[in-house]
Every structure is written in C-alpha cells, then in structure tokens.
C-alpha cells in the first residue's frame, strides 16, 4: 500500500471539450488547494497536467476533476501514469508548445451564464447592461471561431483589443474569465448600431431603448445574434405578424417565438419536467410544446397548430431587449423563405432591407452562421428536429478509432455532413435545402471550414446512394474513394451510431423518399440491419405518384392515386366529387399511361393521400405539412391520444405476409377513410384513426418479425418518426412487448440525421 505521506508525481492527459471552457484555471486551482506542484498547458490533443505531491492529496486532485468540471467542459478520458519527481516548487499554467497539425473538441456556442447574467443587471458592475458578457462558462465558441488553435487572434474578437482591466481578468488564472477568448466591455468590445430599412446608419444613444420601441410599435426588427440574423416583431400583435409572414414569404409555417423566462413560458404552453430543463439548457434551443388555449398570441403564429416553438434568451443581448420591450418577440431566421439565414455584415442589409423596418447591429463579425436548433420531447426523450447552435459541434463517440479521417455529405434535404475522425463522428450544423444555390455554397464552405478546425483531411468520402443529389455530385467531384450508402440504410446506421451498439437489429424506416438498391423511391421500409448488411423485411404496398414532385406538394393528387388503386371502378367519379376543381381525369391517364408517375412505398406519401382524402389539405405550402395537420386534428378530436390509443376504431390493413417480404397493403385504410367521410366524421377523427391503425399494424408486424428473426431490437427513425401520435404509441406498444426500442436524440430523426449514418457506414467498412 503506497504510503499517503509519501511524495509521487503524475502526468495526466485530459481529452474532450477541454480547451477553452476554463480548465486550466480549474486545474491551477485544484492543483493550488492541494497543496501540490507542477504545470498544466494545452496541446494539440487536450489538456496535459502534472502535478506532484503526497500521495494522498494527489489521489485527491484526481478524484476531484471529473466530480467538479466546469460547466462547459466535457471529458472524454483521463490518461494519468507515473512521473518521474522534478524540483520546482508552486504550479504554474505553461504556454502552449507549438506543433504541426492537432486535434481537440470545441465548445459549441453556450447561453448566457448565471453569474454574467448578475452582472449585467448589477448597476454598480462595469458590464451593467453590456450586451456582449461572457466568460469561460458561457458566449459565442464555434460561430466565432476562424481557425485553430482557439485563441483570441483566430477568432473574430482579433480586431477588439483588450482594455487593462478585461486583460488583467484575462491573465488571472483564479478569474472565470482567464482566457476566456471573447472577453470584453464597454470600454474595449463590441457595441451595438441601429441602421433604416435602407442601411442608413440611425443616431441612438441607446440602440436596445430604440429597437425595443419600434417593436412595441409594432415594426419588424432585424436583429444580429450568435449564428446570424433574427427577424423580431411582437407575437401578439397580428398586423405585425401578418405582414412579416408577407415579406417573409412563408406563408404558414410555424414562427418560433422568444419569450423572457421559464414562467412566461409556462403561461404559453404546457410545459413538463423534460421540456423545462430543454428550455433552460446552455444549448437553448426552440422547444415544440403544446399550446394552452387561448394563449395571447396572434393567432398566424402557427396556423392550424395547437404548438408552439418556445425559446429563452441565450445572449446578453436577448435578455437586454426583451426586458426593454416587455413583449413575447417572434423570433425567426432572418431570411427569406428557403434561403440560409443571413450572417455576413456586407449581405445583412441587401437580403433583409425589404423585410425589416429597423436593423439591430453589432461590430462583432459571425465566422459560420447556425440557426437555433430544434427540439421536441416525446415520452420524456429529446429529440432532435434541427441540430445547430448549442449542441454542434459536439460529437458521437466510436467504440474504437477510425483507421483514416473520412468525410459524409448527407443527402438534399436538411442538409449535413459529417467528419469522421480518431473514434469522433462530428455532425455538422443544419444547412438547408441544397436545391438552393446559397446552401449549396454554405455546405462547400462549412465542410472546408470544418476540416481545418479538426485537422481532419478525409482520405475517403460517403454519399447518398441518389445519384443526382447535389451532396452526391459534391462527393464525386472530389476524386476520393467514394461509398454510396443506401438512403434508409444511413438512417439506421446513425440511430445505431448513437447508441454506441451495432449489434443486429429491425429498423422501421418512414420517411418520405429514399432510393431503394432496386432503383425505386423508398420510404416505408422495416430493414432486417447488420452493420453494412441489409435487407427488406417488410414494406408498404407502393403508390404512385402522379407528376412526381409536383404530386409531394399537392396532396389531392395523392389521395386520388390512392383511392384509383383502392377503387378502380369508381375511384374517379368518386376523386372528381372530392376534387371538383382539380384535373382529375388527367392523373388517371397519367397513372394508367404511366406518364411521370413513380412507384413511392414512403410513408410520408401515405400520410398525405389520408389527409387529402379527409379533406385536410389539398395543396401544402412547407414540408410535411398535410401529415403535421392530420396528426394536430386528431390530437384536437382526441387529446389523449400521446397517451392511449384505447376508445379509437383502428383502421384495418390487408397485409400479404410473403415469404421474402411482408407487403402493407393500404388499400382497406383508403376505402375505410372515404366510408368515413361520406357517414359525416370530422377530418380529425378520420386521423385518430388512420394513426391507430397504422401502429397497430406496426406493432404487429414487428412481432412477427421479431419471431422470424430472433431480434428484439428495433430502430424507429425517419421523417415520419417525428409524428408524436405515431412515434408515442408504437413506442409504447414494443415496450410492453419487452423490446428494445431505439429511437436517435442526439441527431435529428429526420434527414439531419443521414450523414452521421454515412460515416457509420465508413467506420463498419475500415474497422
């Protein structure tokens, strides 16, 4: 037994998010209340500390770091051994020793810290009402971020030099602001200007009291966060939201609204446990939650919905205005509708001068724009919908390294790619939609970025199967060895990756359209998954879809391919009484010709033929919306419908059990949907019991599965998966049924989530 007296030296690495986040000054510290010598500096890889002492107290030291972290740092692993003794006496915090290239975790961008937040409402502090606070704990990481190493000349703070006082605090080991890269005040940092709609600079003594004035006053505020604009108005004033909806260009889609604290989000919305700790997390994202009736916002806020898209303030700056202004803010991406959200000083005013009124400005430059993420809880788990600002770019961790640093580019929609490196899989930021050229510039740009900050020079790349995508051309053209990886088949993977087990599994995969292996759209598929292998198992009977894309945004042609195959002698007369304003004689050509009408087994499809045919929506302005409708009326029929599908006739399938692949045959749901109709019952109810019966008919095809293959784990993942109803109860049906349910929280369900699945794909392949 080591004698506790005697003394002992140990070097200890530290790796994970520990670089910029305080733990030098953490470890000086520790190191100092022990009693203890040595130094600790940063390197290319982490942190490396020594420390020598009695054996006792050292034993201490080590105990206390992983149980006292702070707040921002993340530790992946504590490497110590042996030393051998030195002689110098105190501790000491070392410069950085210079070296080629490296590698070390990033903090992503943390929301404004309890003890800035005293400061900046402390009349007698020197930061009073300073919209820019931060410190180690807390403020912008990766949007700021130019290069690597993290220190203050590589991020966009190098052109605010510090003031004596901020560089004292800089330089003081025992102050949480001790490198704390965008440290500032009022007297060396950023400030804030108030520019016209026009770019016209405005004269304010006080540009927050201004720009709160105008909101009140029912005008469109541009506002530069962390990641990029923000488009402001008061959420309870309909005019305002109407004409921002105008300018805008969406027409419908939900606007998420910024409101001042946890309690004025508790008298919006419902708020549980789960959602509450989402809200007042360091990530702050927008959390989905249920509206309470009558809540005062306009009512264009989310049309046709009974949610609302919440968030707190996450920056100094947020906290500022909505105190000034006393109002729930709109805060939406500052964009017009598709396009990336606008960051870059010199593209602010061109691309927002037609929809802002006032723009709210600061001279801290934006290094890579992240829009808010996205986050919604079901069954008491997070689940990602929008994965940026406050979670990238944290990783997933590998059981082992890859042999290589690889590169996955994601599929169109959604858009992400995904470095793969050491046992990291590091997700990048949403970008958008690639059929925009803009996002398609941003991917080009963040993947560049991203491999200069993690030294990560791919020497192998993966890409959807889809060989028209843009993300796949981008892969191409790189000239590196290339794997296609299977649209369903990633999304498995990633949900896999996320669990950290790769062990066989079933994995229900719904979305809206995928290429299958075969060459057709899939996206109703159960996979029978092992590792790079896999096969069908199960699927919906494929429908057609008549004018292709045209027939993802207009539903009511959907719902008449559907009931054309569910009734093919009076499918028309019946579509030409639902539809009277619609060709419906020429889809029926179309489909008997086979004119631009693929064969889809998406679920998402599927979704969209019920609500057309219940009289939900015929034609939708985003995406998803006809299902997201269907799915918020049957809630409305049946509020406890999240919990219990008891009381709820459940719509019949007709599914072929075959000896290769089980066939989900819908064509019973669609004549029951239409008897439905004609007998009187509302749209909502309609859906109560479209939902039903498709987890019933899932639940009992992954019994059956199950039995056939002796696996009990299943996968739930897709863009369809974020169906609440849907996800909920057939959750809840193979739980009761001792399953192993895995459903992705780190990385969004939908096709966020795709890269992450491609680099697994490429991890499998080398390991």
Same mark, same amino acid.
């Given at each position: 037994?080591?004698?506790?007296?005697?003394?002992?030296?140990?070097?200890?690495?530290?790796?994970?998010?520990?670089?910029?986040?305080?733990?030098?000054?953490?470890?000086?510290?520790?190191?100092?209340?022990?009693?203890?010598?040595?130094?600790?500096?940063?390197?290319?890889?982490?942190?490396?500390?020594?420390?020598?002492?009695?054996?006792?107290?050292?034993?201490?030291?080590?105990?206390?770091?992983?149980?006292?972290?702070?707040?921002?740092?993340?530790?992946?692993?504590?490497?110590?051994?042996?030393?051998?003794?030195?002689?110098?006496?105190?501790?000491?915090?070392?410069a950085?020793?210079?070296?080629?290239?490296?590698?070390?975790?990033?903090?992503?961008?943390?929301?404004?810290?309890?003890?800035?937040?005293?400061?900046?409402?402390?009349?007698?502090?020197?930061?009073? /009402?300073?919209?820019?606070?931060?410190?180690?704990? &807390?403020?912008?990481?990766?949007?700021?971020?130019r290069?690597?190493?993290?220190?203050?000349?590589?991020?966009?703070?190098?052109?605010?030099?510090?003031?004596?006082?901020? $560089?004292?605090?800089?330089?003081?080991?025992?102050?949480?602001?001790? =490198?704390?890269?965008?440290?500032? &005040?009022?007297?060396?940092?950023?400030?804030?200007?108030?520019?016209?709609?026009?770019?016209?600079?405005?004269?304010?003594?006080?540009?927050?009291?201004?720009?709160?004035?105008?909101?009140?006053?029912?005008?469109?505020?541009?506002?530069?966060?962390?990641?990029?604009?923000?488009?402001?108005?008061?959420?309870?004033?309909?005019?305002?939201?109407? $004409?921002?909806?105008?300018?805008?260009?969406?027409?419908?889609?939900?606007?998420?609204?910024m @409101?001042?604290?946890?309690?004025?989000? /508790?008298?919006?919305?419902?708020?549980?446990?789960?959602?509450?700790?989402?809200?007042?997390?360091?990530?702050?994202?927008?959390?989905?939650?249920?509206?309470?009736?009558?809540?005062?916002?306009?009512?264009?806020?989310?049309?046709? +919905?009974?949610?609302?898209?919440l968030?707190?303030?996450?920056?100094?700056?947020?906290?500022?205005?909505?105190?000034?202004?006393? +109002?729930?803010?709109?805060?939406?991406?500052g964009?017009?509708?598709?396009?990336?959200?606008?960051?870059?000083? #010199?593209e602010?005013?061109?691309?927002?001068?037609?929809?802002?009124?006032?723009?709210?400005?600061?001279?801290?430059?934006?290094?890579?724009?992240?829009?808010?993420?996205?986050?919604? @809880?079901? %069954?008491?788990?997070?689940?990602?919908?929008? %994965?940026?600002?406050?979670?990238?770019?944290?990783?997933?961790?590998?059981?082992?390294?890859?042999?290589?640093?690889?590169?996955?580019?994601?599929?169109?929609?959604?858009?992400?790619?995904?470095?793969?490196?050491?046992?990291?899989?590091i997700?990048?930021?949403?970008?958008?939609?690639?059929?925009?050229?803009?996002?398609?510039?941003?991917?080009?740009?963040?993947?560049?970025?991203?491999?200069?900050?993690?030294?990560?020079?791919?020497?192998?790349?993966?890409?959807?199967? =889809?060989?028209?995508? *843009?993300?796949?051309?981008?892969?191409?053209?790189?000239?590196?060895?290339?794997?296609?990886?299977? =649209? =369903?088949?990633?999304?498995?993977?990633?949900?896999l990756?996320?669990?950290?087990?790769?062990?066989?599994?079933?994995?229900?995969?719904?979305?809206?359209?995928?290429?299958?292996?075969?060459?057709?759209?899939?996206g109703?598929?159960c996979?029978?998954?092992?590792?790079?292998?896999?096969r069908?198992?199960?699927?919906?009977?494929p429908?057609?879809?008549?004018?292709?894309?045209?027939?993802?945004?207009?539903?009511?042609?959907?719902?008449?391919?559907?009931?054309?195959?569910? !009734?093919? @002698?009076?499918?028309?007369?019946?579509?030409?009484?639902l539809?009277p304003?619609?060709?419906?004689?020429? @889809? %029926?050509?179309?489909?008997?010709k086979?004119? !631009?009408?693929? +064969?889809?087994?998406?679920?998402?499809?599927?979704?969209?033929?019920?609500?057309?045919l219940?009289?939900?929506? #015929?034609?939708?302005?985003?995406?998803?919306?006809?299902?997201?409708?269907? #799915?918020?009326?049957? *809630?409305?029929?049946?509020?406890?419908?999240?919990?219990?599908?008891?009381?709820?006739?459940?719509?019949?399938?007709?599914?072929?059990?075959?000896?290769e692949?089980?066939?989900?045959?819908?064509?019973?749901?669609?004549?029951?949907?239409?008897?439905?109709?004609?007998?009187?019952?509302?749209?909502?109810?309609?859906?109560?019991?479209?939902?039903?019966?498709?987890?019933?008919?899932?639940?009992?095809?992954?019994?059956?599965?199950?039995?056939?293959?002796?696996l !009990?784990?299943?996968?739930?993942?897709?863009?369809?998966?974020?169906?609440?109803?849907?996800?909920?109860?057939?959750?809840?049906?193979?739980?009761? #049924?001792?399953?192993?349910?895995?459903?992705?929280?780190?990385?969004?369900? !939908?096709?966020?989530?795709?890269?992450?699945?491609?680099?697994?794909? *490429?991890?499998?392949?080398?390991?």
């Open positions: 037994m080591t004698d506790p007296t005697s003394h002992i030296r140990r070097r200890c690495r530290l790796k994970g998010v520990v670089q910029g986040v305080g733990m030098r000054p953490f470890l000086y510290r520790l190191a100092v209340d022990q009693g203890l010598s040595g130094f600790v500096y940063n390197d290319g890889r982490g942190v490396v500390v020594e420390v020598q002492g009695p054996a006792a107290a050292v034993d201490r030291f080590l105990a206390r770091i992983p149980a006292e972290l702070p707040p921002a740092a993340r530790l992946d692993a504590l490497e110590v051994r042996e030393a051998a003794p030195g002689g110098e006496e105190g501790f000491r915090i070392l950085s020793p210079e070296e080629g290239a490296r590698f070390t975790r990033i903090s992503p961008d943390r929301a404004t810290c309890p003890d800035c937040l005293a400061e900046l409402a402390d009349p007698a502090d020197r930061r009073y /009402r300073y919209p820019f606070t931060n410190c180690t704990h &807390c403020g912008p990481r990766l949007t700021i971020i290069d690597v190493p993290y220190d203050r000349p590589r991020t966009t703070m190098a052109g605010f030099p510090l003031c004596p006082e901020c $560089r004292r605090e800089y330089d003081d080991p025992r102050d949480r602001r001790f =490198h704390a890269q965008p440290n500032a &005040c009022p007297v060396c940092g950023p400030k804030l200007y108030l520019l016209d709609s026009n770019g016209a600079p405005l004269a304010s003594d006080d540009p927050l009291r201004d720009a709160a004035e105008a909101l009140r006053r029912g005008r469109i505020v541009a506002v530069k966060g962390l990641g990029g604009m923000h488009l402001a108005c008061d959420a309870a004033n309909p005019e305002a939201v109407a $004409r921002l909806r105008s300018r805008k260009v969406r027409e419908e889609k939900p606007f998420a609204l @409101v001042r604290d946890l309690d004025r989000a /508790r008298a919006l919305a419902r708020v549980s446990p789960e959602e509450a700790a989402l809200l007042e997390s360091p990530a702050r994202p927008i959390v989905i939650l249920d509206a309470r009736p009558g809540a005062p916002v306009a009512p264009d806020i989310s049309p046709g +919905l009974d949610t609302l898209g968030l707190l303030p996450y920056t100094p700056l947020h906290h500022l205005l909505l105190d000034a202004c006393g +109002l729930d803010l709109v805060m939406t991406s964009n017009r509708s598709e396009e990336p959200i606008a960051f870059r000083d #010199e602010i005013v061109p691309r927002l001068r037609d929809i802002a009124d006032l723009f709210l400005l600061h001279d801290r430059p934006i290094h890579l724009r992240a829009d808010d993420s996205v986050v919604r @809880v079901v %069954r008491g788990q997070a689940m990602m919908l929008r %994965r940026s600002r406050g979670y990238v770019p944290d990783p997933i961790r590998l059981p082992r390294p890859f042999t290589h640093p690889v590169l996955a580019c994601g599929a169109e929609l959604k858009s992400t790619f995904c470095l793969g490196r050491d046992d990291y899989l997700l990048s930021h949403h970008l958008g939609d690639l059929e925009n050229l803009a996002v398609l510039e941003a991917f080009e740009q963040g993947i560049e970025h991203f491999q200069r900050l993690f030294y990560a020079d791919p020497r192998e790349l993966a890409c959807d199967l =889809h060989p028209d995508y *843009l993300s796949s051309q981008y892969a191409r053209h790189r000239g590196l060895p290339l794997t296609a990886v299977q =649209h =369903h088949h990633a999304h498995a993977l990633a949900a990756a996320e669990s950290g087990d790769f062990s066989p599994a079933l994995a229900w995969t719904l979305d809206g359209v995928g290429l299958g292996t075969d060459g057709t759209l899939w109703g598929e996979l029978y998954v092992d590792g790079l292998d896999f069908v198992l199960a699927r919906l009977r429908l057609p879809l008549p004018g292709g894309e045209k027939a993802l945004r207009e539903p009511w042609r959907l719902g008449v391919s559907a009931l054309l195959a569910a !009734n093919s @002698v009076e499918g028309e007369r019946v579509a030409s009484g539809f304003d619609r060709p419906v004689a020429l @889809v %029926r050509q179309m489909l008997e086979g004119i !631009n009408s693929p +064969l889809s087994t998406g679920a998402g499809r599927l979704f969209d033929a019920v609500a057309a219940a009289g939900v929506r #015929e034609e939708i302005a985003y995406e998803g919306q006809a299902a997201i409708l269907l #799915e918020a009326l049957a *809630l409305r029929e049946r509020p406890d419908l999240l919990e219990t599908l008891e009381g709820v006739p459940a719509y019949e399938w007709a599914t072929e059990s075959g000896e692949v089980a066939l989900l045959g819908w064509e019973t749901i669609i004549r029951s949907v239409l008897r439905d109709r004609r007998a009187g019952l509302s749209p909502g109810e309609i859906g109560a019991r479209f939902h039903a019966g498709l987890v019933q008919e899932l639940a009992r095809v992954t019994r059956r599965l199950r039995g056939r293959t002796g !009990n784990r299943v996968i739930l993942t897709g863009g369809v998966f974020q169906n609440r109803v849907l996800l909920a109860n057939l959750w809840r049906e193979l739980d009761a #049924e001792g399953m192993d349910v895995i459903v992705p929280s780190a990385a969004p369900v !939908n096709d966020g989530g795709i890269a992450l699945g491609q680099a697994a794909a *490429l991890w499998l392949k080398n390991r």
